[in-house]
């Protein structure tokens, strides 16, 4: 009887089969072109906003890919869609997995979409496998996480959050005056095959794939980026009031040029949120004057400011003192500063951060640790279950545009990645 295992037959005898192994890159590639198609730009990219006719027909493609697998597919009072693989224990809380179908108005073919199909993916290489696992595995796509067409975004993961908060967000309305509620109630008469479910639930835990948005790991040669957290917001709405004018006649002294004062607190702000570093994200994305014509001294403007860092210690001292600076440079106007989203910055488990990186460490994929610059889903999640996400890098770093593109392997790495972790987290 021999018991010495032969040293010479190699680790490829002696290993196990992993989830990973039955990743079929080409068919998750496939699925990018075959979701690009609803919704499709002339320039290459993806218009499609949440719960359109676009997004619910990419609802009912992702159902048909889960019904030809028999895995159940069901969707919830806020239209998010949820694709479960049973577990051997039906009463287990589920591992979720997965991002959004919906995008920006001019949006690429990744964003989102590829956090859904990669977590079915790695759905479909686990029952490919074979595996059973204790907990039921559910890929989920999240309704209106972009918040371009519903304000606010990521709508679908924070109701699931709390769906006692559901009465409020149905009542939203869009700019042409519909509201969320009748458009959740089109996509449940759209796609009557589709099962309606409770909504929320318990989460056993949550891990969502998702392109990087950013350069990083592109710059570094990174495959896949272990997540460590997503950096807190500070959102603020400036409004200067100074009194119209005749451009012609009024003099220097007499003016109360609202327009004077905004540029002044703009760059007294810009000064206080330079960052050698470069970790301090400080935005004036909207600007607006009144009454923006030329020969009259502007009497108001509007603008927003949008600041980000991953420290809530930095978060809380340069935004506390947004108000001041407006105010000392506010001139002869007066100036109201009003903060209108603040959002902690989010540290997600180690185990989930280490579990990814194990992942991707045992495929002899090139690995780091990063910060999400952008929000998702998952920092709704992150208040329920222990939650993570995978990163893949996009071309130079572009996204929200529809020049927004992706290395298939790279997609194909991060769905290997991802299916090993759910596969573990699934037999907890
Ligand atoms: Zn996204």
Same mark, same amino acid.
């Given at each position: ?9 190699? $680790? ?6 992993? *989830? ?19 919704? @499709? ?6 218009? +499609? ?5 676009? =997004?619910?027909?990419? +609802? ?18 806020? %239209? ?21 179908? =919906? ?18 993916? @790695?759905?479909?290489?686990? =029952? !490919? ?38 009465? +409020? ?19 449940? @008469? *759209? ?13 056993? *835990? ?19 980026? *272990? ?5 807190? #917001? ?7 009031? %100074? ?5 012609? !006649? ?10 004077? @004062?905004?540029? /002044? ?47 809530? /210690? ?13 105010? #000392? ?6 100036? =109201? ?5 603040? #959002?902690?910055?989010?540290?997600? $488990? ?14 002899? &994929? $090139? ?41 298939? /392997?790279? &997609? ?17």
């Amino acid at each position: 009887m021999e018991w010495q295992v032969n040293p010479t037959s190699g $680790p490829q005898a002696t290993k196990p089969k992993a *989830a990973s192994d039955y990743v079929d890159g080409q068919r998750l590639w496939q699925r990018h072109l075959d979701m690009a198609r609803l919704g @499709a730009t002339g320039n290459g990219g993806v218009r +499609r906003l949440a719960l359109t006719a676009e =997004d619910n027909e990419a +609802r009912g493609l992702l159902a048909t890919w889960a019904a030809n697998r028999n895995f159940d597919v069901s969707m919830d009072a806020i %239209g998010n869609v949820f694709v479960r693989r049973e577990g051997t224990d039906s009463h287990a809380a589920p591992v979720l997995t997965g991002s959004h179908l =919906d995008s920006q108005p001019t949006g690429g073919k990744f964003d989102g979409t590829y956090g859904v199909l990669a977590a079915l993916e @790695a759905l479909e290489a686990i =029952d !490919t496998a074979g595996f059973k696992t204790r907990r039921p595995i559910e890929v989920v796509s999240w309704t209106n996480e972009e918040g371009c067409r519903f304000v606010p975004g990521c709508t679908g993961s924070l109701v699931y959050r709390t769906p006692a908060d559901l009465q +409020r967000y149905l009542v939203i309305k869009d700019v042409e005056g519909i509201s969320l509620g009748d458009a959740v109630r089109a996509a449940h @008469a *759209a796609l009557p095959t589709i099962r309606q479910r409770p909504l929320g639930g318990p989460v056993w *835990a949550f891990v969502e794939a998702h392109i990087e948005q950013g350069p990083e790991l592109e710059r570094q040669a990174k495959t896949i980026g *272990a997540v460590t957290g997503i950096q807190g #917001t500070r959102r603020f709405e400036i409004t200067v009031h %100074g009194e119209d004018a005749h451009a012609g !006649t009024t003099p220097r002294r007499a003016r109360k040029d609202a327009l004077s @004062a905004a540029v /002044a607190m703009v760059a007294a702000l810009e000064q206080l949120f330079y960052d050698k570093e470069d970790t301090v994200r400080f935005t004036v994305g909207r600007f607006e004057v009144w009454p923006n014509a030329p020969s009259v001294v502007p009497g108001k403007v509007f603008f927003t400011i949008d600041f980000r860092h991953p420290d809530d /210690a930095v978060l809380t001292s340069l935004g506390d003192q947004v108000a001041s600076i407006c105010e #000392t440079n506010r001139k002869n106007s007066t100036v =109201d500063v009003k903060q209108v989203i603040r #959002t902690p910055p989010i540290k997600f $488990p180690e185990r989930i951060v280490a579990a990814v990186e194990l992942a991707a460490q045992r495929l002899g &994929l $090139p690995t780091m640790r990063i910060a999400s610059g952008a929000a998702h889903d998952a920092q709704n999640l992150f208040h329920l279950a222990p939650t993570g996400m995978i990163f893949v890098p996009c071309e130079k770093g572009i996204s929200h545009n529809e020049r927004e593109n992706a290395q298939q /392997a790279d &997609l194909t790495a991060g769905a290997r990645v991802l299916a090993d972790v759910i596969l573990d987290l699934a037999n907890e």
